[in-house]
């Protein structure tokens, strides 16, 4: 069974920093590009960030693009999103998950950017 638990995230000050992580387990990490993903309330879930299996390519959403650095441990089944800069729009749950969406999806981690 494939399960992803997310954790890191909190109430943090504009400008501010935070860095979420991913456990993922069940289904083989090491072969899976992994990305991040967010929804804001109201609004749709989307694409934050994505690393491919060894970490060697990245993409980002042009919203973060020089703020968030995606991250991968796969000795630890472990994708990272470290997040500098925040600022209110930022605010979300956020979700790790393969880049197409394959598995369901966790219970996600809050951020709140708020002063």
């Known amino acids: 069974q494939v399960q992803f638990v997310e954790s890191g995230g909190g109430l943090v000050q504009p400008g501010g920093s935070l860095r979420l992580s991913c456990v993922a387990s069940?289904?083989?990490?090491?072969?899976?590009?992994m990305s991040w993903f967010r929804q804001a309330p109201g609004k749709e879930r989307e694409l934050v960030a994505a690393?491919?299996?060894?970490?060697?390519?990245?993409n980002y959403a042009d919203s973060v693009k020089g703020r968030f650095t995606i991250s991968r441990d796969n000795s630890k089944n472990t994708v990272f999103l470290q997040m500098n800069s925040l600022q209110p729009e930022d605010t979300a749950v956020y979700y790790c998950?393969?880049?197409?969406?394959?598995?369901?999806w966790g219970q996600g981690t809050q951020v709140t950017v708020s002063s």
């Open positions: 998950n393969t880049p197409g969406q394959n598995f369901d």
């Open positions: 690393i491919s299996t060894i970490g060697g390519s990245t």
């Open positions: 069940g289904f083989i990490f090491r072969s899976s590009s």
